[in-house]
């Protein structure tokens, strides 16, 4: 699986929109982007995907360039739930195994 | 509750017992898969089970590790003659069978190794 890039921490104030990068420069064109979360105590949580197209859902919205080396989960107004540890993960459509390849994901503090 | 569950939640143990987890996906899921985290790192994948296949197994999985799924249903992941470099959470998520699909999560079982 292709390597991602992320910061280790970022800090947001409540209410406030969060933009989380994520670096693929090696990103192959058969791999979806997908982002996971893990809040404290728990196992980790599908948050979104897309391939080329930016993509919204209830949680939050992926914005992926043109290129397709980055890619940015937005939260459009975070709450001290969404204080969590997110993961980017490539997801290679061609494979059969599926698995999951975690990184070491950005932590983000939610501050009132 | 229709998610996945996990048992036992904890488990503390002694170096060189045996120790057995199992796992209950959602039902309609027919790929299953273990994961293991360490302190401040992301989840790991151990092993992977489409029915009661166990189609891959990650080199992480020693020998001390064994993992079934005998009717396609729950699993259970066993550690033999337990380390300390053991102790860690497991993870179990689910899936349908699509090719790119969210994977469901467990709470996990935190296994420590006195």
């Known amino acids: 699986d292709a390597k991602t890039t992320q910061p280790n921490s970022m800090e947001s104030n409540e209410e406030e929109p969060v933009h989380l990068p994520c670096n693929h420069s090696?990103?192959?064109?058969?791999?979806?982007i997908h982002w996971y979360r893990q809040l404290p105590s728990q196992g980790p949580e599908y948050v979104i995907h897309?391939?080329?197209s930016n993509v919204n859902n209830r949680m939050a919205s992926l914005a992926i360039a043109e290129d397709r080396k980055s890619s940015t989960l937005i939260l459009h107004r975070a709450t001290l739930r969404d204080a969590a540890v997110y993961y980017c993960?490539?997801?290679?459509?061609?494979?059969?195994?599926?698995?999951?390849?975690f990184g070491t994901g950005t932590r983000l503090q939610v501050t009132l | 509750d229709t998610g996945v569950s996990q048992d036992p939640r904890h488990k503390i143990t002694k170096r060189g017992q045996n120790v057995t987890f199992r796992c209950d996906p959602i039902?309609?899921?027919?790929?299953l898969y273990w994961y293991r985290q360490t302190l401040g790192q992301g989840p790991e994948f151990l092993t992977y089970?489409?029915?009661?296949?166990?189609?891959?197994k990650s080199r992480l999985l020693s020998d001390r590790f064994s993992a079934e799924r005998p009717k396609g249903s729950f699993s259970t992941l066993e550690i033999q003659r337990t380390e300390q470099g053991d102790s860690a959470m497991y993870l179990c998520?689910?899936?349908?069978?699509?090719?790119?699909?969210?994977?469901?999560f467990g709470p996990g079982t935190r296994l420590t190794v006195l």
């Open positions: 998520a689910s899936s349908p069978a699509r090719v790119i699909g969210e994977q469901f």
């Open positions: 090696t990103i192959s064109g058969t791999d979806y």
């Open positions: 897309g391939l080329t």
């Open positions: 993960i490539l997801r290679d459509f061609t494979g059969t195994a599926s698995k999951l390849t």
């Open positions: 039902s309609e899921h027919n790929r």
């Open positions: 089970f489409q029915n009661e296949a166990q189609l891959e």
